[in-house]
């Protein structure tokens, strides 16, 4: 069983289109977590949850929402998309916001065209 | 400020023994996290270091000095799936304890 797992894995899509990534983990974790990984590898937290509460908001466009409708689960939505949306976003789970170990999803490889 | 400071390249020998080195600057610590990054893959989770001293597991260690905000990563015996990005992050101490990423040295293994 898959223990953080995001769909869709690849999304090409159009300028001005809004999309939704969506993200589960089944570990029990409290925490979780919306990373983007640009073309240049750069790793970059957006937005992180503990028990559905957000702690963590970092400088993205408002067009970027996080919705968590439990603890399980952790969707992106992301509104009138740019070309500069395109790169690889990543949902990841920890036990706590102070855990040792953070658990990153496959992915999801987004190309606005 | 936070910053985070380790080598963009490095290629060693399989069989061979690599120490890759990280420096950094935090608001605060409370840990350290190394991960390996595959192309195209999920960054894995190798290690995690809150207190000084060296952490051995399997073939890979990682040691961490917090007076200098030093860390490195030993990966012996190394293989050919070895090849990867290594990513070094430490993590704040504030309320959401964050981590700040580095941008991560590629290994390269060769035969």
């Known amino acids: 069983d898959t223990a953080v797992s995001q769909t869709p894995k690849y999304l090409v899509t159009q300028m001005g289109n809004d999309k939704s990534i969506k993200c589960e983990q089944n570990?029990?974790?409290?925490?979780m977590y919306w990373y983007k990984q640009d073309s240049k590898k750069f790793l970059k937290i957006m937005f992180s949850y503990n028990n559905k509460e957000l702690i963590i908001n970092e400088t993205v466009p408002n067009r970027f929402s996080p919705k968590s409708p439990d603890k399980a689960h952790l969707n992106l939505h992301i509104n009138s998309l740019e070309l500069g949306d395109s790169a690889v976003y990543f949902c990841a789970s920890s036990h706590s916001r102070a855990g040792n170990t953070i658990y990153f999803g496959e992915g999801s490889w987004l190309t606005v065209v | 400020g936070q910053n985070i400071d380790q080598p963009t390249e490095m290629t060693a020998t399989e069989g061979a023994i690599v120490q890759i080195n990280c420096t950094y600057q935090t608001s605060g610590f409370n840990g350290l996290f190394w991960y390996q990054q595959h192309a195209g893959e999920a960054p894995t989770f190798l290690s995690y270091n809150v207190l000084d001293g060296l952490e051995e597991k399997g073939r890979f260690s990682s040691f961490l000095s917090r007076s200098k905000g030093y860390s490195y990563l030993l990966l012996k015996e190394l293989q050919m799936k070895d090849s990867a990005s290594y990513l070094c992050a430490p993590r704040n101490d504030g309320n959401n304890r964050k981590l700040i990423w580095g941008l991560g040295t590629s290994l390269a293994v060769n035969p």
């Open positions: 570990l029990g974790h409290d925490t």
